[in-house]
């Protein structure tokens, strides 16, 4: 559920037309936060400013009956003057500065150039789907992705050793032979 606040509620229902842009708050691996606004202009929010850059686009939040891990693509139209670490957006994406990277998108609502609300949408974590020319596509999927695996990957499940006498089952703290180790199974990001 959204948390809305009541005068943001009382405005959307009381009018026809309205102004809203998107926040997107990309936190990279390295503890760095890049604010971006959907607006031609600055937005503050929060004590955090975000900026006018790249050209980004979206698809639309889906709302869903029942439980599903869900994903978004963002598109981000980028040119020279559009940087991230230090670099253009799309060497950064290249150099693997946006693996493991966290996105969250808001809605910010307006009236008379005063923020009215802003709605937390989406957030999960980043995947580049395509990277090439001046297109940066990524692919944001729920935080809950983890929970659609049978077990959590590169995980070692110490299972103890253990020893049937007479029908009854005794365990052996010191011995290790039970142990499991799942299967490495790469993720995209990691290169072989």
Not at 51 to 77: A, C, E
Not at 86 to 101: E, N, P, Q, S, Y
Request: aromatic share 10%.
């Amino acid at each position: 559920m959204k948390n809305v606040p009541q005068n943001l509620i009382e405005h959307l229902n009381s009018v026809k037309n309205f102004t809203a842009c998107d926040l997107f708050e990309l936190r990279l691996f390295s503890g760095s936060v890049y604010y971006f606004s959907g607006a031609d202009y600055n937005v503050t929010y929060d004590g955090k400013t975000y900026k006018p850059g790249p050209l980004i686009t979206r698809q639309k939040v889906k709302l869903n009956d029942r439980v599903t891990v869900d994903s978004m693509t963002i598109t981000f139209s980028t040119n020279s003057t559009d940087k991230v670490a230090g670099k253009t957006i799309m060497a950064a994406a290249h150099d693997g500065v946006l693996d493991k990277a966290k996105l969250l998108l808001r809605r910010c609502f307006f009236k008379d150039a005063v923020i009215l609300g802003v709605i937390d949408l989406f957030a999960g974590n980043v995947e580049i789907k395509k990277a090439g020319g001046l297109k940066l596509e990524l692919t944001v999927k729920s935080k809950a992705q983890g929970l659609s695996q049978e077990f959590p990957i590169r995980r070692f499940y110490p299972q103890g050793t253990y020893t049937n006498t007479g029908g009854t089952i005794t365990s052996d703290e010191e011995g290790d032979s039970g142990s499991l180790i799942c299967p490495y199974v790469p993720r995209k990001e990691v290169l072989l």
